[in-house]
């Protein structure tokens, strides 16, 4: 972890931290208080007393204790970091933060579910938002970003209807934190340019294994602008390191009940553990005069720049390393807007740009109360702020003297407007012209090329899952005619999926003709080309008295080697004694635990353990979904005969299945299971 010293937002906040171990209780007036589990009353059974001040404040405060949740984006989880850019970007961007490697940024990122409130679960099928704030010596640079490259709609003014549309029915308030209702799936019928990302939500995109496998993207085009005054287009990317992986939704469904707070618990001990998560700032740049090179407009945020055409340069890499010690006071009282940017990141006129720049100080202003939330600690830039920008509720500053107005005389005209060279911020000296139009640019009306090479791209499981998505999340559509239209309108991507789709929901299948012909791919856009690796990887180790304990040594080394966690599952909590008497503590009960939890199972050898947990109907389900959720699965020697049942149906059913006869030295199998676990799932199970 950084150190404090090292980390000026974290040193800033330090001045905010109370700690409350071994002091007194007072009110909030600080006057001391003597007790505090009996109102003040007129005699033992009378009636509590106006003048208990005590009773008073503190019910007052718990009365007000909530604050509006965001209209989306309620439900979230943040951290803190830091990010560092591996060389200067001067010849794209003037901005301090991206120029010299050895300055350490501190950052805190919000990751969020879109459609859900505070309370919803975490693996429900969405967009996730990526949202960092970067805390830079030239004040906060705010990348609000989400981990699909495009967005529904192409023009702002369409957000509170697309977000209506997605949000429970207003009737009768169902479903819940879903997009796979009537009013949803009415809404892209009726507005095409969502295709593309409708697509991508009903893809492995939509359910993340973890915040810390997860792409980000900026998903607007932004201008990156030099000391030259010289600009870039530029999108802006997020690549996790250990890859970019996805639960499956049968079990990201189970997960909902098991643990709906698994990505955040998932971010939380990662981070507790030091495994922090590490992601590379990609950047994408188009030169201002190539604008119109491309059969995409660049200001159209419902498309992509394919990565083959326009490469990633990875840029710098951010480290989240320290939770928040106060969920609501940082993470909920954080405050976004895709407005902070800083000298040498600038906007471009993308149309949904433009309206969010409006939207976000405005819902702040409710959410946080009034206009002073940039006071707020986790808001407040490490730079310093000199404005005449007085008074409003929960004022926090003194400002002192005479004037709070510009020009002045009498403060010398201070504070000052800044020039370019003292780091005053000048807008990019665009020329716009043109007239006063409500209309779209004919070059944002392709609704579907993208989505189709979106499309050609996945591999087939990839595929697969999209094809299952649609059919569940139309299948709980009411609406027969919104189920047709939706596999009418995915007729003009690819008749194939609208074929799927409509067989799978008993619907007319559309003819052939409509199909885009569009037959590149991007490589890049499926998931299976990520990284893979073992790294954090959450084993559960079934167990039961009487396992070989000297294997199990073995095995737990070569997991914490493997930087893999794992779990010790068995029938109860407290210690087991392997064959020979050694104890081993138990974490967690098939009661308490479930394999939708896990990356990966791995039996214990050891016949009489293996005996007992085959006697175990918990362990034969634990087992069965891993199986079907395509896990690895590790059964050396004795184990393999819980799997036989699974491994006689064919060969590509065994994959990742790894077995061993009783003779095989225990390592071998270790590290086979071990490469199995790497590969994240097992999809050749699914064919
Ligand atoms: Fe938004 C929150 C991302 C379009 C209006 N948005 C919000 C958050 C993220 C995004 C990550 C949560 C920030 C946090 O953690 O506090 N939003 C996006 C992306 C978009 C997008 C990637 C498209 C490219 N948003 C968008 C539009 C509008 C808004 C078009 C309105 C014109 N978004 C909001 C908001 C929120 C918000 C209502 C709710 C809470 C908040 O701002 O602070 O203003």
């Known amino acids: 972890m950084m150190n404090v010293a090292d980390n000026k937002k974290d040193e800033q906040l330090e001045e905010y931290r109370i700690n409350n171990d071994g002091k007194k209780l007072t009110t909030n007036h600080g006057v001391r208080v003597s007790e505090d589990e009996h109102s003040l009353k ?59 490697p050895s300055k350490k940024t501190p950052v805190f990122v919000r990751f ?331 070059s944002f009306m392709d609704h579907y090329s993208q989505a189709k090479l979106f499309w050609n791209s996945m591999s087939m499981p990839e595929k697969q899952h999209i094809i299952e998505a649609f059919q569940f999340e139309l299948g709980k559509c009411l609406n027969k005619e919104i189920q047709q239209q939706v596999v009418d309108m995915y007729a003009n991507v690819d008749h194939f999926l609208a074929e799927q789709i409509a067989i799978g929901l008993g619907l007319e299948v559309p003819e052939k003709e409509k199909e885009s012909t569009v037959t590149d791919q991007s490589p890049a856009l499926s998931q299976l080309n990520t990284p893979m690796s073992a790294q954090t990887r959450k084993v559960a180790i079934l167990v039961h008295n009487g396992f070989d304990g000297e294997d199990l040594m073995n095995v737990l080394k070569a997991f914490e080697q493997a930087g893999m966690m794992a779990e010790i599952v068995s029938e109860h909590q407290g210690k087991i004694k392997s064959a020979n008497g050694a104890e081993l503590k138990v974490d967690q009960t098939f009661l308490t635990a479930d394999s939708v939890l896990y990356d990966a199972v791995y039996i214990a050898t050891g016949q009489e353990s293996v005996d007992a947990l085959k006697k175990n109907k918990k362990v034969n389900e634990f087992l069965m979904n891993a199986f079907n959720h395509y896990k690895a699965i590790g059964a050396p020697k004795e184990g393999a005969a819980l799997m036989q049942a699974f491994l006689m149906e064919s060969e590509k059913a065994a994959a990742g299945v790894i077995t061993s006869d009783n003779t095989v030295n225990i390592d071998d199998s270790i590290e086979a299971f071990i490469q199995a676990v790497a590969k994240h799932r097992h999809w050749e199970r699914q064919i």
């Open 112 to 442: 969020s579910t879109v459609a859900g409130s505070r309370g919803s679960a975490d693996s429900v099928r969405d967009a996730r938002g990526f949202a960092t704030k970067f805390y830079t010596d030239e004040g906060n640079f705010d990348l609000v970003g989400n981990n699909i490259p495009v967005f529904f709609i192409q023009d702002a003014i369409k957000f509170p209807d697309l977000v209506h549309s997605f949000k429970p029915e207003p009737h009768n308030e169902m479903p819940q934190a879903a997009t796979a209702h009537d009013t949803f799936y009415d809404f892209i019928v009726n507005n095409t340019e969502s295709a593309h990302m409708v697509l991508w939500t009903n893809s492995d995109r939509g359910i993340p294994r973890s915040y810390r496998m997860m792409e980000g993207f900026g998903v607007h085009t932004f201008r990156l602008v030099n000391a030259e005054g010289i600009a870039h287009f530029v999108k802006f990317h997020w690549k996790p390191l250990l890859g970019v992986h996805s639960l499956v939704w049968d079990e990201a469904q189970k997960i909902a009940g098991k643990d709906p707070d698994f990505h955040r618990r998932d971010l939380y001990e990662a981070i507790e553990l030091g495994n922090y998560p590490e992601y590379e700032l990609g950047i994408q740049i188009i030169k201002e005069e190539d604008e119109f090179n491309f059969d995409f407009d660049v200001l159209d945020p419902t498309k992509i720049w394919p990565e083959e055409l326009v490469p990633v340069h990875r840029i710098g890499k951010m480290t989240l390393d320290k939770n928040v010690d106060n969920v609501f006071a940082e993470t909920e009282q954080a405050a976004f807007h895709i407005g902070h940017v800083v000298p040498g990141i600038d906007f471009t006129n993308d149309p949904l740009l433009q309206g969010r720049l409006f939207s976000y100080t405005d819902t702040q202003l409710l959410r946080l109360g009034g206009p002073n939330f940039q006071q707020i600690p986790i808001n407040r830039p490490v730079s310093p702020v000199h404005n005449h920008q007085r008074d409003g509720y929960h004022q926090m500053r003194i400002d002192q003297g005479q004037v709070s107005y510009h020009k002045n005389g009498l403060a010398n005209n201070s504070p000052a407007p800044a020039s370019p060279e003292e780091g005053g911020y000048t807008h990019y000296q665009e020329k716009v012209e043109g007239h006063k139009v409500r209309k779209r640019s004919d």
């Open 42 to 100: 007129a005699g033992e059974r009378g009636p509590t007393l106006m003048e208990d001040f005590h009773f008073r404040e503190k019910m007052t405060h718990f009365d007000h204790e909530r604050i509006p949740e965001r209209i989306v984006h309620a439900r979230g989880f943040g951290a803190h970091g830091y990010f560092q850019v591996y060389e200067s970007m001067a010849k794209w961007t003037k901005a301090d933060f991206l120029q010299e």
